[in-house]
């Protein structure tokens, strides 16, 4: 049973559009969630980060927004560039040791 | 070294192969973990080493695939008698503390043929 789920297996944006990906959580213990980027052949790079003490999070063009009551978090990418091209996975800590992982959603940025 | 290493990056084994897959993860680094990831899939958990004890092997899918770090640094996740379904991309990632930082290499691709 996925705890961590992305909904969208893919996204295409223009250019300096903001691009949104969502990520949905099933367990409400969670506290700590993260997104990563995966290019091709290469391992996942940490993104952005959030506690779940707070609903948003920045850090220059990527901002996070936590909605504990949905159990759902977003990444919004602002402007998207053509090198933000990859996957996107969301992943939580449920303890240490251990990360759980949305499946990824691949997005596109077209020039 | 500056990040974490896999070797091999691409290994073909025929059905019913061992095979031994291995990760140099940063330098100073208690915690290790090694993550598989099938086609279109999410990374997902397959165990944990702070130092050299396995605290974590929860979700290791079989007793065909058995993982070591026996000094504490470098590790090997070893795939006995290999079957199409182990056919993913194994990644190790290491961390200084186990809860943040977490640093992943680029994986090692494993096709089971």
């Known amino acids: 049973d996925q705890q961590v789920k992305q909904n969208s297996p893919s996204l295409s944006v223009q250019e300096g559009r903001i691009s949104i990906l969502n990520c949905d959580y099933t367990?409400?213990?969670?506290?700590?969630f993260l997104w990563y980027k995966k290019y091709p052949a290469e391992g996942p790079t940490f993104l952005i980060s959030?506690?779940?003490?707070?609903d948003k999070n920045e850090d220059g063009r990527f901002t996070v927004f936590l909605n504990k009551s949905a159990k759902h978090l977003s990444l919004h990418i602002v402007p998207s560039q053509p090198g933000d091209s990859a996957v996107y996975f969301c992943a939580v800590i449920p303890r240490k040791g251990k990360l759980i992982f949305g499946q990824g959603t691949t997005l596109q940025v077209k020039p | 070294g500056a990040g974490v290493s896999q070797s091999p990056r691409y290994k073909v084994a025929k059905r019913g192969q061992d095979v031994a897959l291995r990760c140099d993860p940063i330098?100073?680094?208690?915690?290790l973990f090694w993550y598989q990831q099938a086609l279109g899939q999410g990374p997902e958990f397959l165990t944990y080493f702070q130092n050299e004890a396995q605290l974590d092997k929860s979700g290791l899918p079989s007793d065909r695939f058995f993982a070591e770090r026996p000094e504490g640094s470098v590790s090997t996740l070893k795939i006995q008698r290999t079957q199409q379904e182990d056919s993913a991309v194994y990644l190790c990632?290491?961390?200084?503390?186990?809860?943040?930082?977490?640093?992943f290499g680029s994986g090692t691709r494993l096709t089971v043929v």
């Open positions: 990632a290491s961390s200084p503390d186990g809860l943040y930082g977490y640093t």
């Open positions: 367990n409400s213990m969670f506290d700590y």
């Open positions: 330098s100073g680094h208690v915690s």
């Open positions: 959030i506690s779940s003490i707070k």
